[in-house]
């Protein structure tokens, strides 16, 4: 075999281990090693796309609209966002401010690849979606910073504060961009308004850009969503990620979408003809179905929204419902894990540091960190949930628990299991549970009853 040099900064490229991990899952099931695995690693929707969704891509494949398409998305496609977003954002966006994209995913690619020159840094939350750190990384010769979360003291429960985001800016570097991303993946929080405005004005004072990552906005609980963009001005140091994949569940559609100033749609707008020429059109039609009419080669989409509104509403109910199901059942295992709130997206990342420093697990299973932890709970015992350091340093000592899953499959009877493991993990450690091993059903059932 010919031996070929490749890119040195490839070896700067991470991955997303939610992809791995979920083959190695696959592996484990064939095994039939255990009757189920309970499944809380996944980073997919729960449900499926709403029925009008489909039937407009059905609707546009009868019409056989399988062409090209506009390299940017159809002016009448980005005309219903930029409407949408104007109205609920509270700025006016125009079309020229928006493309579309294969997935949310590529907007990151085209932000890192436009902005960073040599000697830039990126400051990205940490833990984070690892996609950030993987191609700032490689766009930057290396230059990361990660805005590490810290635990507050009070709660236990990580949190990312704006003083030490301010230490990072004084450093002394030339930061070029920040990534922001609420309802955020891993942890399941939303940033507050007052944290957002706070970045703004630091972005503004600092001259950078922020890349706010907003794909999971409608998956909140209880909580307001703000964005960036509503901040006076923003529009300029703004490219806001967003997509169909979280709230319309389209995760494989591969559709989203890019919100940022002319200047740079223009460029991205050019990379896209280089890199994929176009969304694909089925896809183009389908996502201004959503927020209006769509008229194209003579044949009309009518608006969807007002058919999938309560789909939607009682999407994001369930969630909320498992979300908040989850972290009550694991608050029986206090003080040895320690969830957050759920506020959005469908994850919680809950601390575990404490099962970490048992003697049995540190002595006798020779566990020390979470990745080793979770490799064991899914291979010996049937559980499946990521690494909390798979999303970055800052999360180690913590598990990603998914709550998309089904919650008579997965989620109700999974977290059974995950208390009597723990539960016995303690047990073996030679210490006494606040919860005993044959009071579980019961008392996760009750908490069961009071969500479902
Ligand atoms: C925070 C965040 N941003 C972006 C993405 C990528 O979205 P898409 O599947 O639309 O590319 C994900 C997917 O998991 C995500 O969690």
Not at 6 to 19: I, Q, S, V
Request: hydrophobic content about 40%; proline content about 5%.
């Amino acid at each position: 075999m010919p031996d070929f040099e490749t890119n040195p900064d490839l070896k700067l490229l991470g991955t997303e281990t939610a992809f791995g991990f979920g083959a190695e899952v696959m592996a484990v099931e064939k095994t039939k090693k255990f009757p189920q695995i309970y499944k809380f690693h996944i980073g997919d929707t729960g449900p499926k796309t709403p029925e009008p969704i489909i039937n407009t891509a059905i609707q546009a494949l009868s019409d056989k609209q399988t062409k090209y398409a506009h390299f940017q998305g159809y002016l009448q496609v980005r005309a219903n966002i930029a409407k949408h977003w104007t109205k609920t954002r509270g700025v006016k966006i125009k079309p020229e401010n928006i493309i579309l994209t294969p997935g949310g995913k590529p907007v990151i690619e085209l932000t890192m690849q436009t902005l960073l020159t040599p000697g830039d840094y990126v400051v990205g939350q940490n833990p984070g979606y690892p996609i950030y750190e993987s191609l700032a990384k490689f766009y930057s010769h290396g230059n990361y910073l990660p805005w590490l979360a810290r635990h507050n003291s009070d709660t236990q429960v990580l949190e990312f504060f704006i003083e030490d985001l301010e230490k990072i800016l004084q450093s002394g570097k030339k930061i070029k961009l920040l990534v922001v991303n609420t309802p955020q993946n891993p942890t399941g929080m939303v940033m507050p308004r007052a944290k957002l405005e706070a970045i703004a004005k630091l972005a503004k004072k600092h001259n950078f850009m922020v890349l706010f990552d907003d794909i999971y906005d409608q998956i909140i609980f209880n909580k307001e969503h703000f964005s960036l963009l509503t901040v006076h001005g923003m529009l300029d140091y703004t490219i806001n990620l967003n997509g169909f994949s979280k709230n319309y569940a389209m995760t494989g559609w591969r559709l989203g979408f890019a919100v940022a100033p002319e200047w740079l749609i223009k460029i991205f707008g050019q990379l896209a003809i280089n890199k994929w020429s176009c969304v694909n059109r089925v896809d183009q039609i389908t996502a201004g179905a959503i927020y209006g009419d769509i008229e194209l080669d003579k044949c009309l989409y009518p608006c969807v929204a007002d058919k999938i509104a309560e789909i939607i509403k009682s999407d994001v109910a369930l969630y909320e419902k498992k979300g908040k199901f989850l972290v009550e059942a694991l608050r029986l295992l206090s003080p040895y894990v320690a969830p957050n709130d759920v506020e959005g997206a469908f994850y919680d990342f809950p601390n575990i540091a404490k099962i970490l420093e048992l003697h049995y697990v540190k002595n006798d299973l020779s566990i020390s960190t979470d990745k080793e932890f979770s490799h064991w709970l899914l291979y010996e015992n049937g559980l499946a949930a990521l690494a909390g350091s798979d999303f970055g340093e800052g999360g180690s000592g913590h598990l990603r628990f998914s709550y998309s899953e089904d919650q008579n499959k997965h989620i109700i009877p999974g977290v059974k299991h995950f208390i009597k493991i723990i539960i016995d993990l303690i047990t073996k450690s030679g210490l006494t549970p606040l919860l005993k091993m044959e009071e579980v059903e019961e008392k996760v059932d009750i908490i069961k009853n009071k969500y479902f």
